[in-house]
């Protein structure tokens, strides 16, 4: 301080705290980042988001998704993507709120919904859409979570961006050809049934200069 002045400008000191604002806590090393690999748990259901080259009989007649209680199988894997090439860049933090993409590692196609009835429970249908990781509009959901990001130890939401529903599990559970897997639907309502947690996958370094991308 000279004479009771502060020796920065108060323009700087404004800068400072809209910077502050605008920008939240950095991201911790288990914020969920764009390009990683991973399996979602349904918390309330215990099951991993799960999906398979068998379509459904009714409805879309597109790709099945379910839920399935083996934590080793390949075909749960999901990659997050933005909504858009480009809007989601390899390594940097998952906000909350954020649009994203979950593409089928090993089939290309997206998660996605539309106005079908699920099979079992007459919620509205989940499918996997889409060749080599490019399906439509009806592929993006938005994130809900707490705070600044999304965070591996955190319960989610996925909330789809077209129909507004989201993504649950309920229990019901299917027969041949895929007996015991449990059905994954879109629910209208916030509950219990449509929280997910980030568990097993190759996690890319949560870093906000997207040049660094090492796995962890």
Same mark, same amino acid.
Not at 8 to 21: E, N, Q, V
Not at 34 to 56: D, F, P, Q, W
């Given at each position: 301080?000279?004479?009771? @002045?502060? %020796?920065?400008?108060?323009? %700087?000191?404004?800068?400072?705290?809209?910077?502050?604002?605008c920008?939240?806590?950095?991201? #911790?090393?288990?914020?969920?980042?764009?390009? #990683?690999?991973?399996?979602?748990?349904?918390?309330?259901?215990?099951? @991993?988001?799960?999906?398979?080259?068998?379509?459904?009989?009714?409805?879309?007649g597109?790709?099945?998704?379910?839920?399935v209680?083996?934590?080793?199988?390949?075909? #749960?894997?999901?990659?997050?993507?933005?909504? #858009?090439?480009?809007?989601? /860049?390899?390594?940097?933090?998952?906000?909350?709120? /954020?649009?994203?993409? %979950?593409?089928?590692?090993?089939?290309?196609?997206?998660?996605?919904?539309?106005?079908?009835?699920?099979?079992?429970?007459?919620?509205?249908?989940?499918?996997?859409?889409?060749?080599?990781?490019?399906?439509?509009?009806?592929?993006?959901?938005?994130? /809900?979570?707490?705070?600044?990001?999304?965070?591996?130890?955190?319960?989610?939401?996925?909330?789809?961006?077209?129909?507004?529903?989201? %993504?649950?599990?309920?229990?019901?559970?299917?027969?041949?050809?895929?007996?015991?897997q449990?059905?994954?639907?879109?629910?209208?309502?916030?509950?219990?049934?449509?929280?997910?947690?980030?568990?097993?996958?190759?996690?890319?370094?949560?870093?906000?200069?997207?040049?660094?991308?090492?796995?962890?």
């Open positions: 301080m000279r004479g009771g @002045r502060s %020796l920065f400008p108060r323009p %700087l000191l404004l800068l400072g705290l809209l910077w502050g604002l920008h939240g806590r950095e991201p #911790s090393p288990g914020a969920v980042t764009c390009g #990683s690999v991973l399996k979602l748990l349904n918390t309330r259901h215990s099951v @991993r988001l799960h999906s398979h080259e068998v379509k459904y009989g009714s409805g879309s597109q790709q099945s998704v379910t839920g209680e083996a934590s080793d199988d390949a075909n #749960s894997y999901w990659r997050i993507r933005g909504k #858009s090439d480009g809007s989601c /860049q390899r390594g940097t933090p998952v906000k909350c709120g /954020q649009a994203i993409r %979950l593409t089928h590692v090993n089939t290309g196609k997206n998660l996605h919904t539309h106005h079908f009835p699920s099979p079992l429970s007459n919620n509205q249908e989940v499918s996997a859409f889409g060749d080599d990781g490019e399906g439509d509009d009806l592929d993006i959901w938005l994130v /809900q979570c707490s705070g600044t990001y999304w965070e591996r130890e955190d319960a989610v939401r996925f909330k789809h961006v077209g129909t507004e529903v989201f %993504l649950s599990i309920t229990g019901e559970q299917y027969g041949h050809p895929i007996r015991g449990r059905e994954v639907h879109g629910m209208p309502t916030a509950n219990h049934h449509n929280y997910w947690k980030a568990m097993e996958g190759i996690f890319i370094k949560p870093s906000m200069d997207p040049a660094k991308h090492d796995e962890l």
